[in-house]
């Protein structure tokens, strides 16, 4: 098929389309580096600032004493306990041992005033004075431990209070910190965004093509990138929130685009043959006609092989004529005959308009 554009075209067209990446890119960098360097946006809160160190530690340096002798204490009782455990069972089983014993006795008949008798008893009294006195002594040391700790109670509540207004602090200040950073880079990226929109809308099909294109990729980075990330989170209420009214308003966007075209397409339709042939641009004709498609209405012609009709079925555009000198059959667009080389119709208004020739990207 017929490839609409020159060969140094396509290329200069890449080169443009390069111009436009390479100039956003330079902007980014630019305006990175810009953002970087604003001391307001670089220095971010420490929670040791907002904290009372020197207060804090001398709760710490008060706590910390009392926090090892609690320590001691409980190493103490662990041990009195694990002691008092070993007594209780020896003196369980010694009791059980001796009612056996003793029983086994009464069975022989035997006199309960036995020496032997009476030095047992004795022996499970010593037992049971022992129990009894770990028992006072892990008593006195819980109760050591009880009083250490109602000691340590108020310190240990001043130094959680000092580090939760410390917090609180920081979270204010951290907060704060996150609005202006958000609202500089807002003050930069507004200004850099309406300035895009205004260019893409005004010169997006000038000479100055690749410029405009590469400012509105810089804008577009600066927005979602530069900006979108710093927005402060109020439970995700503005995130989304800004993503419906951003869905919105491309919607409304595409409707109204949508409409222009149809619009456009309309008034087309309803110019004469000539000045509708005239407004078609030649590059745009000759793609169209490659896709076997109408270079108006933008509907399908016909199939790949079948032969293209003289006029389009959907729109009425002429799209086949015969030369006026050769009679050769041809596409309405070309401005020469390819059979003859006799000038077409269409040559002659272009020539009578002066038509030249935009460098205008293909989308535009
Ligand atoms: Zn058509
Ligand atoms: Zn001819």
């Not at 330079?26 to 207060?55: C, H, N, W």
């Not at 499970?124 to 002594?137: K, S």
């Amino acid at each position: 098929m017929l490839s609409p554009s020159r060969g140094p075209e396509r290329l200069v067209r890449a080169g443009q389309w390069t111009i436009a990446v390479l100039f956003a890119w330079f902007l980014i960098q630019v305006g990175a580096s810009l953002i970087a360097d604003l001391p307001l946006l670089s220095r971010a809160p420490q929670i040791s600032q907002y904290r009372q160190e020197s207060a804090l530690r001398t709760v710490q340096e008060r706590i910390e004493p009392l926090q090892e002798q609690r320590q001691r204490l409980q190493v103490e009782v662990n041990e009195l306990t694990r002691r008092r455990g070993v007594a209780q069972e020896n003196l369980s089983r010694e009791r059980q041992s001796f009612e056996t014993w003793r029983a086994a006795r009464a069975v022989t008949a035997q006199s309960d005033q036995n020496p032997e008798v009476l030095q047992r008893a004795r022996q499970l009294d010593a037992l049971l004075e022992q129990e009894r006195q770990l028992a006072e002594q892990q008593r006195q040391l819980e109760q050591r431990l009880r009083a250490l700790e109602a000691r340590m109670e108020p310190l240990q509540r001043q130094r959680s209070d000092l580090e939760r207004r410390g917090e609180l602090a920081y979270a204010r200040a951290l907060s704060r910190h996150q609005w202006i950073a958000f609202l500089i880079r807002l003050g930069f990226v507004l200004p850099v965004l309406a300035l895009s929109v205004h260019l893409f809308r005004r010169h997006r099909g000038g000479e100055q093509w690749p410029f405009v294109w590469g400012f509105l990729l810089f804008a577009l980075f600066a927005f979602f990138v530069e900006l979108v990330p710093y927005l402060p989170s109020f439970g995700a209420y503005i995130r989304y929130g800004i993503g419906a009214l951003l869905t919105y308003l491309g919607g409304r966007a595409l409707m109204g685009w949508l409409r222009a075209y149809l619009q456009r397409k309309q008034s087309e339709q309803q110019a004469p043959q000539e000045e509708r042939l005239q407004q078609i641009r030649y590059e745009k004709a000759l793609q169209s006609l490659a896709r076997r498609q109408c270079p108006s209405c933008e509907r399908s012609l016909a199939g790949a092989n079948a032969p293209l009709p003289d006029y389009c079925m959907h729109c009425g555009l002429r799209i086949q004529t015969h030369c006026q000198r050769c009679e050769h059959h041809h596409p309405a667009f070309y401005p020469y005959c390819s059979a003859c080389g006799a000038a077409t119709e269409l040559a002659e208004l272009a020539v009578a308009a002066g038509s030249t020739q935009g460098s205008e990207p293909s989308q535009a």
